[in-house]
Each structure stands twice: as C-alpha cells, then as structure tokens.
C-alpha cells in the first residue's frame, strides 16, 4: 500500500521561502516520476514541477522556474520542493504525487500554503 | 499550453441516474486524457487514464471514451458515494499538463 508523509506549509509573508517534503513508501520510489500539482481557489490544478527517478532530469512550470527547486533523495525515499521569492498567487494547497506515464496514480492529501503578510 | 474544458461545471442527479460528463482539449491529445475524482478533505484519486482504461480498484460504473480532442467519462447507476469534484488532465504536452476546471457532481 502507498503510503505518504508530508510536512512543510504554513503562513509565510511575500518574500519568503518554504520548504515542502514528502515521505513514500510502498513502491519502488527510485523508479517513478515524483510531480508537485497545486490547486487555488481561481486557477484549479496547475502543474508544478516534476522529477525523474534518479534526480537527474526536472521540470518546471513557467509560474515557478527559477522560485522553485525540486530535489529528492532516494536514499530516504523523500522528495522536497523549495519555494523562494513567494508570492500571493503561490498560496495553494500543494500536492505531492507519484506519477506513472503521464498519469498521477498516487496524491498525498494536500499540504496548504499561504503567502500573506 | 493546451486548454481543458469540462462541462458543464456542476450537475445535480439521482441515485441510480446516468451521468455523462465532458472535457474539451484546445489541441488534439490523442487518448493522453486522464480522469480524477476529489471529494472534500480528500486527496485526487486517479480514475481512469489513457481516455478508457480503469485504473485498479475503481468500480466498472465508471467509464472513459474519447479521443483527439472531445472526451466523456460516464458514470452509471449513481451511487452516494460519487458525489465529488471529477476533474480531467492531459499528458500529451510532456511537462505541461494541464487539467480541466473540474466538474461537481451532486446527489439530489
């Protein structure tokens, strides 16, 4: 059974950074795509960024290149998103998913953002 | 970026009804067309992908068709449990997916 953990999230003011993380298990977790979708209120979903297996290979939404970083280490079957420079339009509930082809087969429950002051 | 659109956005049906909902790409996407279900609090859960093919454990009532751009996932025999946001996504643009508005379906 997939399993997620995640931590991260809270209130930061326009400006700041943030660290969001996501624990797996029970797959293969060096094996998968893992992605970052995030859903507002007045957007929907909306793609974030995604990482290839073996760390190598990353991906980027045009709303977050060069504010947002993915990482994982597959030593701890772990995968992180660093938010720098936030933004009011980055308060969302972030989600972090195991991806199989070019479907999401496996959501964590949702980790919430707000950028205020 | 291709666009995706679902309608119509919210639709309200009886048990055991059939409900038929629709997603339109801007561009044509092959079967590269997947289907979630979100209920409140709850996390997305993966339908169906590749246009039809059910995705483990998901009951059979549900179904997907389509393919280029004009998609339906039909729900059969409503059931309570159904009520949820139902929201469809394309992975024909590699690392820019793009997901519909979602469509809210209710149980009278």
């Known amino acids: 059974e997939v399993q997620i953990l995640e931590s991260g999230g809270g209130l930061v003011p326009p400006g700041g950074s943030l660290r969001l993380s996501c624990e797996f298990s029970?797959?293969?977790?060096?094996?998968?795509?893992m992605s970052w979708v995030r859903r507002t209120p007045r957007k929907g979903l909306e793609w974030v960024s995604s990482i290839g297996g073996s760390g190598d290979n990353s991906a980027y939404a045009d709303s977050v290149k060069g504010r947002f970083t993915v990482s994982r280490d597959n030593s701890k079957n772990t995968v992180h998103l660093d938010m720098k420079s936030l933004r009011g339009e980055d308060s969302a509930t972030y989600y972090c998913?195991?991806?199989?082809?070019?479907?999401?087969?496996?959501w964590g429950q949702g980790i919430l953002v707000t950028v205020s002051s | 970026d291709i666009q995706m659109t679902q309608s119509p956005l919210s639709l309200s049906a009886s048990l055991g009804d059939t409900v038929t909902l629709t997603c339109r790409a801007s561009?044509?996407?092959?079967?590269?067309l997947n289907w979630y279900q979100q209920k409140p609090g709850k996390a997305p859960q993966l339908l169906i992908s590749?246009?039809?093919t059910l995705h483990t454990g998901v009951p059979p009532r549900f179904s997907g068709s389509g393919s280029g751009t004009d998609f339906t996932l039909t729900i059969t025999s409503l059931q309570h449990e159904d009520s949820a946001t139902y929201f469809c996504q394309q992975g024909f643009s590699a690392l820019s997916w793009t997901f519909g508005p979602g469509t809210r379906v209710e149980i009278k």
């Open positions: 561009d044509s996407i092959s079967i590269f």
């Open positions: 998913l195991k991806a199989t082809g070019f479907a999401f087969d496996f």
């Open positions: 029970g797959f293969s977790f060096s094996s998968f795509i």
């Open positions: 590749s246009a039809s």
